[in-house]
């Protein structure tokens, strides 16, 4: 037994050696293992998406770069240059599947590689230590693979040292090896990768090319006489801000420098998917002083413009087309039901399984918005639907029924109510791809130029005209052309309630002495409601000839146009009689007004250094080239789908009159710091509004379809945060809405940056010298959690 005991215990230290060797070996692999995973510690997946994404659009840009020999870096500072974007889609589509996989599989191989260069980095000095340690690298690199091969088939084969050293040196040795054996295997998955990366490119181009995504030279015509902001000049015009400020005491301004850093976060509001940062701002709210005139449905915008995004309604869907959508909309893109409780009799609107519907009634016309429509031509045949009268206010439009039936006799509707008890009314009609703003006749100017209407109609629409001087129904006489018509359909027209009665005494005074003609009462049997019908005058002689001038004219200095953030006044404001002025005769009939410049346009000098009726024109020229040859084929938009668009800068609505074949509408907003040409564009029978890009705009998240920037962006950072205008677009687009772009490269690359924090599809055209470079670039992250 003693002679024994020696070997014994060598056969025992041979055991506990191997054991650990072992141990060691799989603790190595399963290291390697991890740390070649897609995951890469201290980084997040979108992060490696979003880089490799970054990595796919550099390496496109340069092979299409070649292929056109038009590179980017050619492009001048001020070389004008386009962009569109898209919102992340939230439906079905049918690269849906193969986007998500090269997601996939992009992060994967960026992970590894990521991973591959750690190990490089962090074992490089072993694997020269290890070879100066062994003085044999070819042997070492022999020894590892063999030690690899009895790893990965779970087996260990203590050897012996040749040279003498102890089987923990042995160990360490074997360590090395596979680390250097990991790099090389390494390498090569690299080189693989790379391969396939490029197989993958070739497979994606062709399939962009199938889906009308491909790159193509468009036509030089496209960008021909392109009219840039710079070389805009004020000319005649003024300014909404430059008039507004005369009959206001002060007018907020913040320029400020630009955050790039593009941290979005979700909004933090009670409204939630509802939000509007300039109505719903309640801290300012709860503070007013008083709610008698409805101040508390004005705007009140927040101090600084938020720059958080809004979240989607839980089930949220893509919009229904129009014309399907007039009928009915998804319940889960507007939630809201107290409406159809309150409003269901009147035939508003119905809950109807997963939709609501709206079977074409209003509270005056319960039976068909069509047959209310006929009546009010009727009684006065003059009003001549889609010729005489093309553009009209509908003040308290509800869910604005009455605007989108409108549009079969040719008539366009700014329809706007406030965002009050009748949830979401605004919302409605807007998701049905119907024109609606939030807005309330309450202490300030509504946003519109002086005498732009052809007819404003209100239908029980809860507005006391008769009350403090008649102060708000003189407000509707300031943006009423001179002969154009009020049509009042209420109670107080043919009810014979005591209330009615009063109401109705007070506003025959009250129309009397505003010199407006009652031209009719009517009563539609059908409906059981009346209508008075009143026409404004086209001259000052009532007003001179009054024994009492209430309510007083207006103040010589007093100007009519100004619009923005201003006090009502109790007064008329004269009617221009002067044939050279704007509204002292009536527009040509539709559709012939849309391409004529308006005669008033004399020789005046036009936004763009031109006479104004010469500018005009070449405007118009200009957006029917752009539009034909770009927008609508060039780009991939697919304008079947498209119904809700805005220009958010306007000039004389060229763009929007070139779109006039589409069944879409447009919403022209010129900013209060453009020159004012509103009046051009409500002339030429289109419609829109004023605003301040530094702030809100009246309108509920996810409302528009398409939205054009012409040289908004590079004007509006002299003012404000260009962060909170993209947020602000985020907001109001839908889901796979567009965002075009045309402004300076120095704009265009601060646009792209954030529309690439924000998850947004990117297809860009270059243009320089009149020649156009069409580039589709993709984001990989098609969906975007803000939950």
């Keep these: 037994m003693a002679k024994y005991s020696r070997v014994d215990g060598r056969k025992s230290s041979y055991c506990s050696t191997a054991a650990i060797v072992v141990f060691v070996a799989f603790c190595l692999v399963g290291i390697w293992m991890f740390m070649?995973?897609?995951?890469?510690?201290?980084?997040?997946?979108?992060?490696?998406?979003?880089?490799?994404?970054?990595?796919?659009?550099?390496?496109?840009?340069e092979s299409v770069s070649?292929?056109?020999?038009?590179?980017?870096?050619?492009?001048?500072?001020?070389?004008?240059?386009?962009?569109?974007?898209?919102?992340?889609?939230?439906?079905?589509?049918?690269?849906?599947?193969?986007?998500?996989?090269?997601?996939?599989?992009?992060?994967?191989?960026?992970?590894?590689?990521?991973?591959?260069e750690k190990i490089e980095s962090e074992n490089e000095q072993k694997t020269v230590d290890g070879n100066d340690g062994n003085?044999?690298?070819?042997?070492g690199e022999t020894n590892s693979r063999e030690g690899e091969s009895n790893l990965e088939n779970g087996q260990a084969e203590?050897?012996?040292?040749?040279?003498?050293?102890?089987?923990?040196?042995?160990?360490?040795?074997?360590?090395?090896?596979?680390?250097?054996?990991?790099?090389?295997?390494e390498e090569k998955n690299e080189k693989n990768q790379d391969e396939n990366s490029e197989q993958s490119a070739v497979e994606n181009t062709e399939s962009n090319e199938n889906n009308q995504t491909s790159n193509e030279v468009l036509p030089a015509a496209a960008q021909s006489e392109i009219l840039t902001e710079s070389t805009t000049q004020i000319g005649a015009w003024s300014t909404q801000a430059e008039e507004s400020q005369n009959e206001k005491k002060s007018q907020q301004s913040s320029p400020s420098s630009e955050n790039n850093g593009h941290q979005w976060k979700v909004c933090n509001s009670t409204a939630g998917p509802d939000y509007i940062p300039c109505l719903d701002n309640w801290q300012v709210i709860r503070k007013l002083p008083s709610t008698k005139h409805y101040e508390h449905r004005e705007r009140h915008c927040p101090d600084e413009a938020p720059t958080c995004l809004v979240p989607l309604p839980e089930g949220y869907k893509r919009s229904i087309k129009w014309p399907k959508s007039r009928d009915k909309i998804w319940y889960y893109n507007v939630p809201h039901t107290k409406l159809a409780e309150v409003k269901g009799h009147q035939n508003w609107v119905k809950v109807t399984g997963e939709y609501l519907t709206f079977p074409g009634g209003g509270t005056q016309f319960k039976n068909g918005a069509l047959h209310y429509i006929d009546f009010i031509q009727k009684s006065v045949p003059e009003i001549a639907w889609g010729k005489r009268s093309r553009v009209i206010l509908d003040v308290g439009c509800g869910v604005a029924s009455f605007g989108g039936y409108l549009f079969e006799r040719d008539v366009l509707a700014m329809s706007f109510a406030p965002k009050d008890e009748h949830e979401a009314q605004v919302q409605f009609a807007l998701e049905r791809g119907i024109p609606a703003i939030s807005n309330v006749m309450g202490t300030k100017r509504l946003p519109f130029p002086s005498s732009v209407f052809d007819l404003v109609h209100c239908a029980r629409c809860r507005v006391p005209w008769h009350v403090e001087g008649g102060k708000l129904l003189l407000e509707l006489n300031r943006v009423l052309r001179p002969g154009g018509y009020f049509v009042w359909s209420a109670t107080p027209v043919y009810q014979k309630l005591p209330e009615d009665v009063g109401i109705w005494q007070e506003m025959s005074?009250?129309?009397?002495?505003?010199?407006?003609?009652?031209?009719?009462?009517k009563k539609d049997r059908l409906n059981a409601v009346g209508a008075a019908i009143y026409r404004k005058p086209t001259s000052n002689d009532c007003y001179n000839k009054r024994s009492k001038n209430v309510p007083p004219l207006c103040e010589e200095s007093d100007d009519p146009n100004a619009a923005w953030n201003v006090p009502l006044q109790a007064c008329i404001h004269k009617v221009p009689e002067d044939s050279t002025e704007r509204g002292s005769l009536w527009p040509a009939q539709w559709?012939?007004?849309?391409?004529?410049?308006?005669?008033?346009?004399?020789?005046?000098?036009?936004?763009?250094?031109?006479?104004?009726?010469e500018d005009f024109t070449e405007d118009y020229n200009h957006w029917k080239t752009v539009v034909s040859q770009s927008y609508l084929n060039g780009m991939g938009i697919n304008w079947s789908s498209v119904r809700n668009v805005m220009d958010m800068k306007a000039v004389y609505g060229g763009f929007a009159a070139a779109l006039k074949d589409l069944k879409v509408w447009v919403m022209n907003v010129v900013p209060i710091d453009s020159p004012d040409t509103l009046p051009v564009i409500y002339e030429r029978g289109l419609f829109g509004i004023h605003h301040d890009w530094c702030e809100s705009f009246n309108t509920y998240p996810r409302t528009y379809d398409v939205l054009h920037a012409d040289h908004l962006f590079s004007s509006i950072q002299k003012r404000c945060k260009l962060v909170s205008v993209i947020a602000e677009v985020d907001r109001i687009l839908r889901p796979e809405g567009k965002l075009i772009v045309r402004d300076t490269a120095e704009t265009i690359s601060e646009v792209e940056s954030m529309a690439k924090s924000l998850q947004w599809e990117i297809r860009m055209i270059y243009s320089k010298d009149g020649h156009c470079l069409n580039m589709m670039l993709r984001l990989l992250s098609i969906f975007r959690n803000l939950a």
Aim: with cysteine; hydrophobic share 20%.
């Design 66 to 116: 070649k292929q056109f020999d038009d590179t980017s870096g050619d492009l001048s500072e001020d070389a004008s240059r386009e962009i569109v974007t898209s919102l992340p889609k939230v439906s079905g589509n049918t690269d849906e599947e193969s986007w998500n996989s090269a997601e996939e599989n992009r992060e994967e191989n960026h992970g590894n590689e990521t991973s591959d």
């Design 591 to 613: 559709p012939e007004r849309l391409e004529q410049p308006p005669y008033w346009l004399n020789s005046q000098i036009g936004v763009y250094g031109k006479v104004a009726q």
């Design 509 to 521: 005074r009250l129309t009397k002495s505003m010199c407006w003609d009652l031209v009719t009462v």
């Design 135 to 139: 003085g044999d690298g070819k042997d």
């Design 158 to 185: 203590p050897e012996e040292s040749s040279d003498g050293k102890n089987y923990d040196e042995a160990s360490e040795d074997k360590i090395k090896n596979v680390y250097r054996e990991a790099i090389l295997n």
């Design 36 to 61: 070649s995973s897609s995951f890469v510690p201290g980084q997040s997946p979108e992060l490696s998406s979003q880089e490799t994404g970054n990595e796919e659009k550099q390496t496109l840009q």
